[in-house]
Structures are given as structure tokens and as C-alpha cells.
């Protein structure tokens, strides 16, 4: 009893365990992955700071054109029309916008002539505040063409993607509701297994009258009925089965069947044959007879 309750624990245990790993992959599976929105949240948050470019401009008509993805990392701002820059307004702006869209927080910005592809003003935001580099703060960058590069330099990449966790969760998952069934799963493999095993009366039989003689089995079979032999009997009844209607020696049926077996007693073959008659006696149509002097032959009348 104590036995059984301690698996029934063990059971239980695993059931428990797999239902938590299922609450967590529905979990993971449906919380929105928030790196996956990244390249939206940088382009809405450029757009704002865009827009708060061309307002410190006193300009509330001129469009911001569509953000522009270079790579994961690097993305362009640019402007329908010319505007003047001030170095403390565009950190101020951007500071701003990337912290309420909850973006990585070292970046590079660079402020870019459309003419001549040069950097008019850069500047470097980093996680330590002495380590950011803001040069001429306060040297206007008259009005002119220009577009704006953000290169975040450390976006953070989780270690194990969601669609990693949801494979180790989920393989974890199964292990654990076969260790909780496995007994069952055991159960059902051996009974398939057993299914598709042929029955044992179909094996190779030889037919003695009646009976079928099964000499792997030991037994004789008769009506679905089985019969069991010793070894003896069974040694002795396949050598009459290879000879049928012929004598055979006593002595070559003691040696065949006892020599390599230790002492002979005496009567230890009439005692055998005697056992055999005994269980083939319900079919008349075969019989073991005595051979005065001689031996025994088995009759088989067709």
C-alpha cells in the first residue's frame, strides 16, 4: 500500500508540474514579445520627433517623411522641406520621445546634409550620463536640407527567443506527461505488442492422428486442448513421429534419449512409452506397440 501511494504521489507530482510548464506556454504564447514591435515604436517615436523639429521651426504644414528601416539597428528621418537645427533641441526631443516609447537607451544621431551627404552634427547618448558625448550645443545649424540618422548601438537580444522557450517548454511539457502515464504507455506498448505476435498454435506442428505434435512446445494439441510433454516423452515421441510404422531398437532409443544424460535405469523407457500410450490412447488410429526382444514402432493407421 505504501508502495502504491507513493506512485500515485509521483503521478500527481508530474501532472502538477506539466500543467504549470502549459500555464507558461500559453502565457509566452500569448504575451506580445515587446522586441517584436521595436521597428514600429522607433518609426512612430522619429515621427514625433520629426514633427517636434518642424514645430520649433514655426513650421506646422511641412510633412516628415516616411521613416525608413535601413537595418535592425539604423533608421532615417528625413523632411519635405528645409529647417534650421539647434543641438539642444534635437537631444532634448529625442531624449523625449525614445523614453516614452520605452526604446534602447544608447544610441548615435546624425544630422546630415542632403547635398553633399556630410555630418553637419552628431552626438552619442550612453547608459553612464558622464560618458555622453553633446558637442556645440548651442551652435544653430542654419536652414538646409537635411536627414536624420538614429543607429542604436546595444539593442538588448534575449538570450533564448520566445519561439525557443515555447520548443524547450513544450518538449518539457511531453516528457513530463509521459513520465506521469508511462506506466499505461508501458502497458499498451506490451498489449500491441502481444496483438501482433502470431498465437502460438500456428507455429510449425506435425500431425499424429488427431493430435498436432508441437516438439518446440513440448506438448500435443488436440480440439484446442493442449497436452503437455516431458522432455523424455517428447524426445522419444519425435523419434517415432520421423519413423512412423517402423521399429526402432530399444537400444537406439536409450541411446538417443539417455546416454548423453547420465545412468540408464532399467525400465526407464518402458516407464516413458508406457506415459506416452497413456496420451495418445483417445485416437485408436495410432498406437506405440511392443516388438517382443526387438523395440517399439509407432502404428498409424491413414
Request: charged residues 25%; contains cysteine; glycine residues 4%.
Given at each position: 500500500m505504501l508502495f502504491v501511494s507513493h506512485m500515485m504521489k509521483r503521478k500527481n507530482g508530474y501532472l502538477v508540474a506539466a500543467f504549470t510548464v502549459l500555464i507558461a506556454i500559453l502565457w509566452i504564447f500569448?504575451?506580445?514579445e515587446k522586441e517584436e514591435n521595436l521597428s514600429e515604436r522607433v518609426k512612430i517615436s522619429?515621427?514625433?520627433?520629426?514633427?517636434?523639429?518642424?514645430?520649433?521651426?514655426?513650421?506646422?504644414?511641412?510633412?516628415?517623411?516616411?521613416?525608413?528601416?535601413?537595418?535592425p539597428s539604423l533608421y532615417e528621418l528625413s523632411f519635405e522641406s528645409p529647417l534650421?537645427?539647434?543641438?539642444?533641441?534635437?537631444?532634448?526631443?529625442?531624449?523625449?520621445?525614445?523614453?516614452?516609447?520605452?526604446?534602447?537607451?544608447?544610441?548615435?544621431i546624425?544630422?546630415?546634409?542632403?547635398e553633399d551627404e556630410e555630418v553637419a552634427y552628431s552626438y552619442g547618448i550612453y547608459f553612464d550620463v558622464e560618458k555622453d558625448i553633446i558637442p556645440c550645443a548651442n551652435r544653430v545649424l542654419s536652414k538646409n536640407c537635411f536627414t536624420i540618422k538614429t543607429r542604436f548601438t546595444e539593442i538588448p537580444v534575449p538570450l533564448v527567443s520566445r519561439q525557443q522557450w515555447l520548443m524547450l517548454l513544450s518538449i518539457l511539457f511531453v516528457g513530463l506527461l509521459i513520465f506521469a502515464f508511462k506506466d499505461?504507455?508501458?502497458?499498451?506498448?506490451?498489449?500491441?505488442?502481444k496483438s501482433q505476435t502470431p498465437p502460438e498454435t500456428t507455429k510449425a506442428h506435425t500431425a499424429i492422428g488427431m493430435f498436432a505434435f508441437y516438439p518446440d512446445q513440448n506438448k500435443l494439441v488436440k480440439e484446442a486442448v493442449e497436452i503437455g510433454l516431458s522432455k523424455k516423452e517428447c524426445e522419444l515421441l519425435a523419434i517415432f513421429v520421423a519413423q512412423p510404422n517402423q521399429i526402432i531398437k530399444r537400444d537406439e532409443l536409450t541411446k538417443r534419449v539417455w546416454e548423453d544424460h547420465g545412468v540408464v535405469v532399467g525400465r526407464s523407457l518402458d516407464t516413458y512409452?508406457?506415459?506416452?500410450?497413456?496420451?495418445?490412447?483417445?485416437?485408436?488410429?495410432i498406437k506405440i506397440t511392443n516388438v517382443h526382444g526387438v523395440?517399439?514402432?509407432l502404428e498409424m493407421h491413414t
Open positions: 500569448f504575451t506580445p522619429l515621427r514625433e520627433v520629426g514633427n517636434q523639429l518642424l514645430l520649433a521651426n514655426q513650421d506646422s504644414t511641412s510633412l516628415v517623411l516616411p521613416i525608413i528601416e535601413l537595418n534650421a537645427i539647434t543641438p539642444n533641441d534635437i537631444v532634448g526631443i529625442v531624449k523625449t520621445a525614445f523614453q516614452k516609447a520605452a526604446l534602447p537607451e544608447q544610441y548615435l546624425e544630422v546630415i546634409q542632403c499505461r504507455l508501458w502497458e499498451r506498448f506490451r498489449e500491441s505488442k512409452i508406457s506415459k506416452l500410450r497413456k496420451k495418445l490412447k483417445e485416437d485408436s488410429s523395440g517399439y514402432k
